[in-house]
C-alpha cells in the first residue's frame, strides 16, 4: 500500500484558522496528508506523528497562512472583454445589450482559454474555489470547455450552468440569436449533472443550475429548472435585485419585487444563491433569512455598475448566508479575491457613512457616530472563506482543521505592501493595506502557486493567447 503524499508548513508567523473560535495562531505549522489536513501545532510534534519522514516542508517563517478564499460569483468568459471602450461607463442593462453582440462570437477554445486567464488571476490572489455562471452558447460552445480549463490549471470548481432562453422579441433583454430552447438547456443541464457532479468530500467538481436572470429566461424555466436540481440535490443559482432597473423589470413584467418572485417559482432555500441583490428590500431579506437563501455580495461590479450598495450587515445580522464574488471579467476588470474583500469592507463602511441621521433622546448621531466599523477586515475575511464556502454548499472548504480540504493561501508579510502594517496586524492588514499577491496557494493539498509563480500553466503564453483571442472576439461582432 503506498502512503499519501505528506506535506509541512512550518513555522508561521500566523496561522489564521476562520474557525468557530477564529484563532489566530503564532509560530504555529500546519501537516498535510494527500489532500487534507491532518495536524495543527508545533513543527516538531508533527514531524514526530509523521514518523520523522516529510515529502516536502515549505518555510512559512514571516508569512501568514489562512484558508483558500472561496469566489462565488464569477463570468470567467468576459475576462475577453476587459475595459472595452463602448461599456466603459455604462450601467447594467444598457452594458449588457453592449456586449450581447460581442459574446455571440464566443468559441470553445476560447472559453477555455478565459477561464484559465480568470482562474490563475483567482489562484495568484489567494482563491483556491470558485464559481462559474456561464449562461452562453454560441458556435458549439459547452460547459465542458469550462470544466477541462479548471481540471488542467488545478482550480476547485462549482461549474453552473447557466441560459438565456426569453429574446427580446418576447419581452426579455437579450437578441434572439443567444437564447436557447427550453428543453435543449434542461436536457444538457441533466447530461452535465450526471457525467460530471461529484458530491463526495473534497470534490474538485460540483455542477449547479443557473438560469441567468428573471428578465432572459421563463417563468417556465425557473420553475422546471429547480425540480431537476432538487431531483439530482445540486445547487441553484441566478442574478437578483442588482439595480434599480432590475426592480423595475420584475414589479412591470411579475407584479411582485425578485424576492417575491423568487419565492413563488420554488427559489428560496439553503440549496440556493443569488449573486448581487443589491436591491433586496427588509421584506425580502427576511425571507432570504427564514429560508437560508444565500447571496453572493459583488461590491466591485457593483460599483463599476453604478449598481448601489449591497446592504450587507443587515442581511447578515438577520442571518442571511452571505460569500463574496468577483462577479464577470468585464464588470468588475479584476478577479483578485484580496482586492475583493478589501472593497467589500471599504464600501460598507462608505454604505454606513451615507445612511440618514439618526436621533436618539434627543441627540443626533450620524454615520460615523454609530459605534464599531460596519465591516471588519476579519468580518470580511469570514465572508472570503467561510461565508462562501456556505453560500457553495460546502463543509470541507473554508477554514483550517484537521479532515478539511488542504486549500491554503500563504501571504509574504514581508513584503512592501505589508510594510508597517504586519508587525501590528498580519491578519488586519491584509486588507487594510495594499492587496498583495499569494505567495503560495495550495489546491487539495498541490501547491499551484509556489514563491507567485503558477505551477501549473505557462501563464505567459496563457496571456498572449487571451490577448489574441480578446482581439479576434472584439473584431467579430
Not at 432 to 441: G, V
Request: hydrophobic share 40%; charged share 20%.
Amino acid at each position: 500500500m503506498t502512503l499519501a503524499r505528506t506535506l509541512l508548513i512550518q513555522n508561521a508567523t500566523c496561522v489564521a484558522t476562520m474557525d468557530d473560535a477564529g484563532r489566530e495562531l503564532r509560530d504555529a505549522s500546519l501537516l498535510i496528508r494527500g489532500n487534507l489536513i491532518v495536524a495543527i501545532g508545533s513543527s516538531q510534534e508533527l514531524r514526530q506523528s509523521a514518523g520523522g519522514v516529510v515529502d516536502e516542508v515549505i518555510d512559512a517563517r514571516g508569512h501568514l497562512v489562512m484558508p483558500g478564499m472561496v469566489n462565488t460569483h464569477h463570468h470567467m468568459y468576459q475576462s475577453l472583454t476587459r475595459a472595452i471602450p463602448a461599456v466603459q461607463d455604462a450601467e447594467l442593462f444598457s452594458w449588457l445589450r453592449g456586449l450581447y453582440p460581442i459574446w455571440a462570437s464566443l468559441t470553445p477554445e476560447m472559453i477555455r482559454v478565459s477561464t484559465q486567464t480568470a482562474m490563475a488571476e483567482l489562484l495568484l490572489s489567494g482563491c483556491t474555489t470558485s464559481s462559474d455562471h456561464l449562461y452562453i452558447y454560441p458556435n458549439g460552445v459547452r460547459l465542458d470547455d469550462s470544466i477541462e480549463a479548471a481540471r488542467e490549471i488545478g482550480m476547485r470548481f462549482t461549474a453552473t450552468r447557466g441560459s438565456m432562453s426569453v429574446g427580446q422579441s418576447a419581452g426579455g433583454l437579450p437578441p434572439d440569436r443567444v437564447v436557447e430552447k427550453e428543453d435543449a438547456i434542461l436536457s444538457d443541464t441533466q447530461r452535465l449533472i450526471e457525467q460530471y457532479h461529484d458530491a463526495a468530500h473534497s470534490s474538485m467538481l460540483h455542477i449547479a443550475v443557473a438560469p441567468c436572470s428573471p428578465f432572459s429566461v421563463s417563468r417556465d424555466l425557473m420553475r422546471e429548472s429547480a425540480v431537476l436540481a432538487r431531483k439530482y440535490g445540486v445547487r441553484l443559482h441566478t442574478h437578483l435585485a442588482e439595480n434599480d432597473h432590475d426592480i423595475a423589470y420584475s414589479l412591470e413584467k411579475f407584479g411582485c419585487t425578485p424576492a417575491q418572485y423568487a419565492h413563488d417559482l420554488g427559489w428560496t432555500g439553503q440549496d440556493v444563491w443569488h449573486a448581487h441583490c443589491v436591491k433586496l428590500d427588509d421584506e425580502g431579506i427576511s425571507l432570504f433569512a427564514a429560508t437560508r437563501t444565500g447571496v453572493a455580495h459583488c461590491p466591485c461590479s457593483s460599483m463599476r455598475l453604478a449598481s448601489g450598495i449591497a446592504p450587507i450587515r443587515k442581511m447578515l445580522n438577520a442571518g442571511v448566508p452571505v460569500g463574496l464574488g468577483v462577479d464577470g471579467s468585464a464588470s468588475n476588470d479584476a478577479a483578485h479575491m484580496v482586492n475583493e474583500a478589501r472593497q467589500a469592507m471599504l464600501l460598507a463602511r462608505v454604505g454606513r457613512a451615507m445612511q440618514p441621521p439618526e436621533t436618539r433622546n434627543g441627540q443626533t448621531f450620524f454615520g460615523c457616530d454609530l459605534g464599531p466599523a460596519e465591516m471588519t477586515a476579519r468580518d470580511t475575511l469570514k465572508l472570503a472563506t467561510r461565508g462562501g464556502a456556505e453560500v457553495l454548499g460546502r463543509k470541507d472548504i473554508g477554514h483550517i482543521a484537521p479532515g478539511m480540504c488542504a486549500d491554503l493561501a500563504l501571504f509574504d508579510l514581508r513584503t512592501l505592501s505589508f510594510a508597517g502594517g504586519a508587525v501590528h496586524d498580519p491578519v488586519a492588514s491584509l486588507l487594510l493595506c495594499a492587496s498583495p499577491q499569494a505567495a503560495y496557494t495550495l489546491v487539495n493539498g498541490k501547491v499551484v502557486v509556489r514563491k507567485g509563480q503558477l505551477t501549473t500553466v505557462d501563464l505567459p503564453v496563457l496571456i498572449e493567447k487571451h490577448n489574441d483571442l480578446a482581439l479576434e472576439l472584439a473584431s467579430s461582432s
